[in-house]
């Protein structure tokens, strides 16, 4: 269910990240090395990036496969950021809310993707849906589980939590309504990436000089390519990572009502 990527470093052209590499995201649109769920990422593709000096990100996404829109690859040769987030998606309903439910989602500074599944979607969601405003229901951009998942974390980011407290509270919510749920996710506001693992796989590079790179899957089989444990948040900056526990809510006795 998708593959995503996550970049911070030294401005490169979006094709060095994207379609260069060996394994790169462009090529797990058709040929994922450690994709648990699904085999080909077909049904729409988005990268989002941020220009020097603007904290707004631009973001360009299409329905369909990556390898069917000659203007990507144009666009990946000439645009060139330091802060990069991109998904190629595999869609749970096939056709559903097509551009619109292209990752990344976007809402202020923050581009968002979500690789996985909320396990009996819409139904296990119910509990959750008192949680968020009316106005934010209204504002969904697709009717997807993703869709969904980002609303939570956008309303817990303007709440005030961070990026870390954000995705986790949405992930132990999930988990705790829709069990057998998939949520990594991937957060970034072009400073910061923060990732939660969580029931499908997520790596990690970084490296001074060369900046940080947090996906799916490695694009290449530099050993430099760590996995992040499940259950896992993980903070990344330019210069390194930070990882923290994701509890899982089966384990915990009780917990506080949610505000």
Request: proline content about 10%.
């Amino acid at each position: 269910m998708c593959r995503h990527l996550a970049y911070l470093g030294p401005e490169e052209p979006l094709g060095r990240l994207l379609v260069e590499p060996p394994h790169s995201l462009f090529r797990q649109s058709w040929a994922p090395r450690r994709q648990r769920y699904g085999t080909v990422n077909a049904d729409g593709f988005g990268v989002g990036w941020y220009a020097p000096g603007d904290p707004v990100p631009a973001r360009y996404r299409r329905f369909g496969p990556i390898w069917a829109d000659p203007s990507f690859t144009d666009l990946a040769r000439v645009v060139r950021a330091g802060a990069v987030l991109a998904a190629v998606r595999d869609a749970t309903r096939a056709g559903a809310d097509g551009e619109a439910a292209a990752a990344p989602f976007a809402a202020d500074r923050w581009l968002f993707s979500h690789n996985g599944a909320v396990a009996g979607w819409p139904d296990s969601a119910a509990p959750l849906v008192s949680v968020l405003p009316p106005v934010e229901l209204l504002s969904l951009e697709a009717r997807t589980d993703s869709a969904f998942v980002w609303a939570l974390v956008l309303h817990r980011l303007r709440l005030g939590d961070d990026p870390a407290g954000a995705l986790g509270w949405a992930v132990r919510e999930l988990a705790e309504a829709a069990p057998a749920s998939r949520l990594n996710l991937l957060l970034t506001d072009g400073t910061t990436i923060t990732a939660t693992a969580w029931g499908d796989s997520l790596w990690y590079r970084t490296e001074p000089g060369t900046g940080t790179v947090v996906a799916s899957e490695p694009y290449e089989d530099d050993p430099l390519w760590q996995e992040v444990p499940d259950r896992t948040v993980l903070t990344a900056s330019r210069t390194g990572v930070l990882f923290a526990p994701l509890e899982d809510p089966a384990s915990v006795p009780s917990k506080e009502p949610c505000t």
